[in-house]
């Protein structure tokens, strides 16, 4: 089946310790991003990358990094967290074909709280 | 920068009722544009889209025409039901140098009763 999956599903942290959420999709897209979701600021993206190595900032990239060393697999980590980061995350991934963007699968949401 | 604006929520309708959220956008080119949808605790799936003017992307009833004159994407169907219920994104995507390349609009919640 066709998917992207997120682990974990639902965490709670303190400040300060430093978390790895990942993300994974078994369709051989090369777009995959992470986005976060708050209530009134609507989806916000956070990192984008267009393949392996290629990473790029987007909206809202402070307190995060990522890393795209296999095509399949795109973790979104934070190395030192802080209760501003208490969200909900989506990661989500895209094929690109000939450049052009048809249609993005989103991961099931990992909820964050920082305390 | 690219940017994305639609109507606030939250909507309430009944069953059966006409469904109109709309969406602008502003962007430097020809951007694509969607539809999104999440269903309460999912994450988002495409609903429908267009990727050039005059396009009409539908599907499940819903419809949405691209207005490169009015830089629009209003989401409509005639006959909602329960089942709608649910949060609806408009976005849009196109390559700018140094801008995100999609862009979410804040997103519009549906409540849809019997």
């Known amino acids: 089946e066709a998917q992207v999956t997120q682990n974990p599903r639902y965490l709670i942290t303190v400040t300060g310790k430093k978390l790895t959420v990942t993300c994974s999709q078994n369709?051989?897209?090369?777009?995959m991003s992470w986005y976060r979701q708050d209530p009134g600021l609507g989806l916000r993206q956070i990192y984008y990358s267009m393949n392996v190595e290629v990473t790029d900032k987007g909206d809202v990239p402070e307190g995060y990094k990522v890393s795209r060393k296999e095509k399949r697999n795109f973790p979104l980590i934070l190395e030192s967290p802080s209760p501003n980061q208490t969200s909900l995350y989506f990661c989500a991934s895209s094929p690109l074909t000939g450049g052009a963007f048809y249609e993005q699968y989103f991961g099931p949401g990992t909820r964050l709280t920082v305390t | 920068g690219n940017s994305v604006t639609q109507m606030e929520g939250p909507v309430t309708l009944s069953e059966e009722a006409f469904l109109t959220i709309n969406c602008t956008y502003t962007?430097?080119?020809?951007?694509?544009l969607f539809w999104y949808v999440q269903y309460p605790g999912e994450g988002l799936q495409l609903l429908l889209k267009?990727?050039?003017?005059?396009d009409k992307g539908s599907n499940k009833g819903f419809e949405a025409t691209y207005r490169k004159e009015t830089t629009s994407f209003h989401l409509e169907k005639g006959s909602v039901q329960v089942s709608d219920s649910a949060v609806y994104f408009c976005?849009?995507?196109?390559?700018?140098?140094?801008?995100?390349?999609?862009?979410f609009g804040k997103g519009t919640r549906l409540s849809v009763i019997a």
């Open positions: 369709m051989n897209h090369e777009y």
């Open positions: 976005a849009l995507f196109i390559w700018n140098s140094g801008n995100t390349p999609l862009v």
């Open positions: 962007a430097t080119g020809y951007p694509s």
């Open positions: 267009a990727t050039k003017a005059d």
